[in-house]
Protein backbone atom coordinates (compact mmCIF):
# COMPACT_ATOMS: atom_id res chain seq x y z
CA UNK A 1 0.00 0.00 0.00
CA UNK A 2 1.31 3.67 -0.44
CA UNK A 3 1.87 5.32 2.80
CA UNK A 4 0.42 9.23 2.98
CA UNK A 5 2.17 11.54 5.50
CA UNK A 6 1.09 14.72 6.06
CA UNK A 7 2.88 17.51 7.99
CA UNK A 8 2.58 19.18 10.13
CA UNK A 9 -0.41 17.03 12.02
CA UNK A 10 -1.31 20.41 13.95
CA UNK A 11 -0.90 24.29 13.13
CA UNK A 12 -2.38 26.97 14.99
CA UNK A 13 -3.09 30.21 12.50
CA UNK A 14 -5.27 33.37 12.56
CA UNK A 15 -7.49 34.62 10.02
CA UNK A 16 -5.66 35.90 7.39
CA UNK A 17 -3.02 33.78 7.46
CA UNK A 18 -1.40 32.23 4.55
CA UNK A 19 -1.31 28.34 5.32
CA UNK A 20 0.31 25.63 3.77
CA UNK A 21 0.09 21.74 4.11
CA UNK A 22 2.09 19.33 3.21
CA UNK A 23 1.32 15.56 1.83
CA UNK A 24 4.11 13.06 1.20
CA UNK A 25 3.73 9.57 -1.12
CA UNK A 26 5.50 6.37 -0.21
CA UNK A 27 6.35 6.11 -3.74
CA UNK A 28 5.86 8.27 -6.72
CA UNK A 29 2.05 8.51 -7.29
CA UNK A 30 2.19 11.25 -10.26
CA UNK A 31 -0.18 14.07 -9.85
CA UNK A 32 -2.94 11.49 -8.44
CA UNK A 33 -3.41 13.32 -5.01
CA UNK A 34 -6.55 14.77 -4.05
CA UNK A 35 -7.25 16.85 -0.45
CA UNK A 36 -10.66 17.14 1.31
CA UNK A 37 -11.61 19.22 4.28
CA UNK A 38 -13.53 17.83 7.21
CA UNK A 39 -15.03 19.69 9.74
CA UNK A 40 -16.27 18.08 13.34
CA UNK A 41 -19.24 16.28 12.91
CA UNK A 42 -19.23 16.48 9.47
CA UNK A 43 -18.47 14.58 6.12
CA UNK A 44 -15.32 15.14 4.35
CA UNK A 45 -15.47 17.61 1.26
CA UNK A 46 -13.38 17.38 -1.68
CA UNK A 47 -11.20 20.49 -2.45
CA UNK A 48 -8.67 19.55 -4.68
CA UNK A 49 -8.50 16.87 -7.09
CA UNK A 50 -5.97 15.76 -9.73
CA UNK A 51 -3.07 17.67 -7.40
CA UNK A 52 -4.04 21.50 -8.51
CA UNK A 53 -7.29 21.34 -10.11
CA UNK A 54 -9.75 23.12 -8.03
CA UNK A 55 -13.31 21.73 -7.24
CA UNK A 56 -16.87 23.35 -8.35
CA UNK A 57 -17.93 25.58 -5.71
CA UNK A 58 -14.95 25.88 -3.94
CA UNK A 59 -13.26 29.24 -3.03
CA UNK A 60 -10.36 29.98 -5.11
CA UNK A 61 -8.33 30.62 -1.86
CA UNK A 62 -7.52 27.35 -1.82
CA UNK A 63 -4.36 25.79 -4.29
CA UNK A 64 -2.78 22.67 -4.72
CA UNK A 65 0.92 21.49 -6.56
CA UNK A 66 3.02 19.15 -6.73
CA UNK A 67 3.54 15.62 -8.45
CA UNK A 68 5.15 12.40 -8.03
CA UNK A 69 5.96 12.02 -4.26
CA UNK A 70 5.66 15.91 -2.90
CA UNK A 71 1.96 17.65 -2.72
CA UNK A 72 0.98 20.97 -0.82
CA UNK A 73 -2.35 22.28 -0.15
CA UNK A 74 -2.41 26.27 0.42
CA UNK A 75 -4.89 28.60 1.29
CA UNK A 76 -3.90 32.13 0.62
CA UNK A 77 -5.99 34.12 3.39
CA UNK A 78 -7.24 31.64 6.30
CA UNK A 79 -11.48 32.63 6.91
CA UNK A 80 -12.99 31.62 10.07
CA UNK A 81 -14.51 28.77 8.12
CA UNK A 82 -11.50 27.44 7.01
CA UNK A 83 -10.59 26.00 10.67
CA UNK A 84 -10.85 22.25 9.94
CA UNK A 85 -8.86 19.58 9.57
CA UNK A 86 -7.21 18.48 6.37
CA UNK A 87 -6.82 14.85 4.30
CA UNK A 88 -4.52 14.24 1.26
CA UNK A 89 -5.70 11.33 -0.30
CA UNK A 90 -3.79 8.95 -3.22
CA UNK A 91 -5.99 7.50 -5.61
CA UNK A 92 -2.88 6.40 -8.03
CA UNK A 93 -3.62 2.27 -7.02
CA UNK A 94 -5.78 0.35 -4.72
CA UNK A 95 -6.20 0.69 -1.93
CA UNK A 96 -6.63 4.53 -2.31
CA UNK A 97 -4.89 6.00 1.38
CA UNK A 98 -5.33 8.77 2.92
CA UNK A 99 -3.17 11.25 5.17
CA UNK A 100 -3.31 10.85 8.38
CA UNK A 101 -4.47 14.64 8.85
CA UNK A 102 -3.57 18.32 9.38
CA UNK A 103 -5.88 20.14 11.94
CA UNK A 104 -5.81 23.92 11.33
CA UNK A 105 -6.97 25.64 14.68
CA UNK A 106 -7.58 29.09 15.63
CA UNK A 107 -4.50 31.16 17.08
CA UNK B 1 -28.72 18.38 -5.87
CA UNK B 2 -26.71 15.13 -5.08
CA UNK B 3 -27.42 13.95 -1.75
CA UNK B 4 -26.39 10.53 -0.12
CA UNK B 5 -27.90 9.65 3.03
CA UNK B 6 -26.88 6.57 4.90
CA UNK B 7 -28.66 4.29 7.10
CA UNK B 8 -28.48 0.81 8.99
CA UNK B 9 -25.99 1.48 11.22
CA UNK B 10 -26.29 0.87 15.29
CA UNK B 11 -25.44 -1.41 17.86
CA UNK B 12 -23.82 -4.91 17.09
CA UNK B 13 -22.39 -7.62 19.45
CA UNK B 14 -18.86 -8.83 17.83
CA UNK B 15 -19.03 -11.27 15.68
CA UNK B 16 -22.39 -9.70 14.19
CA UNK B 17 -23.88 -8.56 11.30
CA UNK B 18 -25.14 -5.16 9.82
CA UNK B 19 -25.95 -4.07 6.49
CA UNK B 20 -26.15 -0.31 6.19
CA UNK B 21 -27.77 1.32 2.83
CA UNK B 22 -26.89 4.20 1.21
CA UNK B 23 -29.92 6.39 -0.57
CA UNK B 24 -28.64 8.37 -3.50
CA UNK B 25 -30.65 11.22 -5.47
CA UNK B 26 -30.18 14.33 -7.79
CA UNK B 27 -28.00 12.54 -9.82
CA UNK B 28 -28.24 9.53 -12.47
CA UNK B 29 -26.81 6.91 -9.72
CA UNK B 30 -26.27 3.83 -12.67
CA UNK B 31 -23.69 6.27 -13.80
CA UNK B 32 -21.32 6.48 -11.67
CA UNK B 33 -19.36 4.13 -9.17
CA UNK B 34 -19.51 3.85 -5.44
CA UNK B 35 -17.59 3.65 -2.14
CA UNK B 36 -17.56 3.13 1.46
CA UNK B 37 -15.30 4.78 3.90
CA UNK B 38 -14.99 4.38 7.65
CA UNK B 39 -13.43 6.74 9.60
CA UNK B 40 -12.88 5.22 13.84
CA UNK B 41 -14.25 7.56 16.62
CA UNK B 42 -11.47 10.56 16.86
CA UNK B 43 -9.15 9.12 14.00
CA UNK B 44 -8.73 9.60 10.21
CA UNK B 45 -10.27 7.97 6.74
CA UNK B 46 -9.90 4.57 5.96
CA UNK B 47 -10.90 3.15 2.51
CA UNK B 48 -13.54 -0.07 2.35
CA UNK B 49 -14.94 -0.62 -0.88
CA UNK B 50 -16.02 0.55 -4.16
CA UNK B 51 -18.36 -0.92 -6.81
CA UNK B 52 -18.85 -0.04 -10.44
CA UNK B 53 -21.47 1.97 -11.87
CA UNK B 54 -23.69 -1.70 -12.89
CA UNK B 55 -22.79 -3.06 -10.18
CA UNK B 56 -19.94 -5.59 -12.24
CA UNK B 57 -16.95 -5.14 -10.41
CA UNK B 58 -15.87 -4.56 -7.10
CA UNK B 59 -12.96 -3.99 -4.70
CA UNK B 60 -12.40 -4.36 -0.93
CA UNK B 61 -9.67 -3.54 1.34
CA UNK B 62 -7.50 -6.29 3.15
CA UNK B 63 -9.35 -5.35 6.46
CA UNK B 64 -12.40 -6.43 5.32
CA UNK B 65 -12.37 -8.62 2.51
CA UNK B 66 -13.99 -11.58 3.20
CA UNK B 67 -15.81 -10.53 5.62
CA UNK B 68 -18.39 -7.21 3.92
CA UNK B 69 -20.27 -7.65 0.97
CA UNK B 70 -20.73 -4.27 -1.51
CA UNK B 71 -23.81 -4.13 -3.81
CA UNK B 72 -26.03 -2.19 -5.34
CA UNK B 73 -29.59 -1.92 -6.36
CA UNK B 74 -29.45 0.85 -9.42
CA UNK B 75 -33.25 0.67 -10.15
CA UNK B 76 -33.95 1.63 -6.28
CA UNK B 77 -30.75 4.14 -6.21
CA UNK B 78 -29.45 2.55 -3.12
CA UNK B 79 -25.63 1.03 -2.26
CA UNK B 80 -25.22 -1.55 0.38
CA UNK B 81 -22.79 -3.17 2.37
CA UNK B 82 -23.14 -6.19 4.14
CA UNK B 83 -20.48 -6.57 6.64
CA UNK B 84 -20.35 -10.00 8.68
CA UNK B 85 -17.87 -11.40 11.12
CA UNK B 86 -17.99 -7.87 12.60
CA UNK B 87 -14.94 -6.85 15.24
CA UNK B 88 -14.30 -3.95 17.56
CA UNK B 89 -12.05 -2.18 15.21
CA UNK B 90 -14.89 -2.16 12.48
CA UNK B 91 -16.29 0.25 14.73
CA UNK B 92 -16.52 3.77 12.83
CA UNK B 93 -19.11 6.26 11.20
CA UNK B 94 -19.25 4.68 7.72
CA UNK B 95 -19.52 7.07 4.59
CA UNK B 96 -20.84 6.12 1.29
CA UNK B 97 -19.37 8.41 -1.68
CA UNK B 98 -19.81 9.54 -5.09
CA UNK B 99 -16.68 8.25 -7.41
CA UNK B 100 -15.60 11.84 -9.19
CA UNK B 101 -15.48 10.14 -12.47
CA UNK B 102 -18.81 9.37 -14.74
CA UNK B 103 -18.94 5.70 -15.50
CA UNK B 104 -14.89 4.85 -14.75
CA UNK B 105 -13.97 4.18 -11.26
CA UNK B 106 -11.32 6.63 -10.14
CA UNK B 107 -11.45 6.13 -6.63
CA UNK B 108 -11.69 9.97 -5.72
CA UNK B 109 -14.93 10.58 -4.02
CA UNK B 110 -16.61 14.46 -5.01
CA UNK B 111 -20.07 13.67 -2.44
CA UNK B 112 -20.13 11.80 0.76
CA UNK B 113 -22.89 10.98 3.02
CA UNK B 114 -23.52 12.38 6.52
CA UNK B 115 -22.61 9.17 7.55
CA UNK B 116 -23.71 6.25 10.07
CA UNK B 117 -22.26 5.28 13.15
CA UNK B 118 -21.46 1.43 13.50
CA UNK B 119 -21.17 0.70 17.33
CA UNK B 120 -19.20 -3.37 17.95
CA UNK B 121 -19.22 -4.00 21.39
CA UNK B 122 -21.02 -6.78 23.59
Known amino acids: DIQMTQSPSSLSASVGDGVTITCRASQSISSVLNWYQQKPGKAPNLLIY???SLQSGVPSRFSGSGSGTEFTLTISSLQPEDFATYYC?????????FGGGTKVEIK | EVQLVESGGGLVQPGGSLRLSCAAS????????MHWVRQAPGKGLEYVSA????????YYANSVKGRFTISRDNSKNTLYLQMGSLRAEDMAVYYC???????????????WGQGTLVTVSS
Open chain 1, 89 to 97: QQSYSTPPT
Open chain 2, 97 to 111: ARDGSYYDITYYFDY
Open chain 2, 26 to 33: GFTFSSYA
Open chain 2, 51 to 58: ISSNGGST
Open chain 1, 50 to 52: AAS
